[in-house]
């Protein structure tokens, strides 16, 4: 059991200068289920194949910079049907900070940008969001 990972010490590789995040989540991959039913068929049920992958929407969490505008800068290259698309690497490390598990995401781009509230009474550091769509993950353990 000592071989067991915590979520609390990663990193990513985004195209940006900045490479420290809070939070990344989403990381998830499925595949659509294709179900067939023949015309003479004798049992009264369906055939299932797997279908098309699907690739989760990944969100990118950290605390707003001064002059650090890089977020917005990559949304802001969305033209209709195009956009700087990147890959991006999400590492997992272990306590030597090298990789354990890497996330490889191929031709990610913006889809959602949020900020924090704003609230007077608030003293806790100020978060943006930024949302991607991406078009395969590859994991791999190190």
Request: hydrophobic share 40%.
């Given at each position: 059991m000592?071989?067991?990972?915590?979520?609390s010490?990663?990193?990513?590789e985004w195209?940006?200068?900045?490479?420290?995040?809070?939070?990344v989540?989403?990381?998830?991959?499925?595949?659509d289920?294709?179900q067939y039913?023949?015309?003479?068929?004798?049992?009264n049920t369906?055939?299932?194949a797997?279908?098309?992958?699907k690739?989760?929407?990944?969100?990118?969490?950290r605390?707003?910079?001064?002059a650090?505008?890089?977020?917005?800068?990559?949304?802001n290259?969305?033209?209709?049907n195009?956009?700087?698309?990147?890959?991006?690497?999400?590492?997992l490390?272990?306590e030597?900070?090298?990789p354990?598990?890497v996330?490889?995401?191929?031709n990610?781009?913006p889809?959602?940008?949020?900020w924090d509230n704003?609230?007077?009474?608030?003293?806790?550091?100020?978060?943006?969001?930024?949302?991607?769509?991406?078009?395969g993950?590859v994991?791999?353990?190190?």
């Amino acid at each position: 059991m000592n071989n067991l990972l915590t979520g609390s010490h990663f990193q990513v590789e985004w195209g940006g200068t900045r490479i420290g995040f809070e939070s990344v989540s989403g990381l998830e991959i499925s595949v659509d289920v294709i179900q067939y039913r023949e015309g003479a068929q004798k049992l009264n049920t369906s055939q299932k194949a797997p279908g098309l992958k699907k690739y989760g929407n990944i969100t990118l969490s950290r605390g707003v910079a001064k002059a650090d505008n890089e977020f917005f800068e990559w949304w802001n290259t969305i033209n209709f049907n195009t956009v700087d698309k990147r890959d991006i690497t999400i590492s997992l490390l272990n306590e030597e900070h090298s990789p354990v598990v890497v996330w490889k995401v191929r031709n990610a781009f913006p889809v959602k940008i949020k900020w924090d509230n704003l609230e007077a009474s608030d003293s806790t550091v100020f978060l943006e969001y930024l949302e991607i769509a991406n078009e395969g993950i590859v994991v791999q353990n190190e």
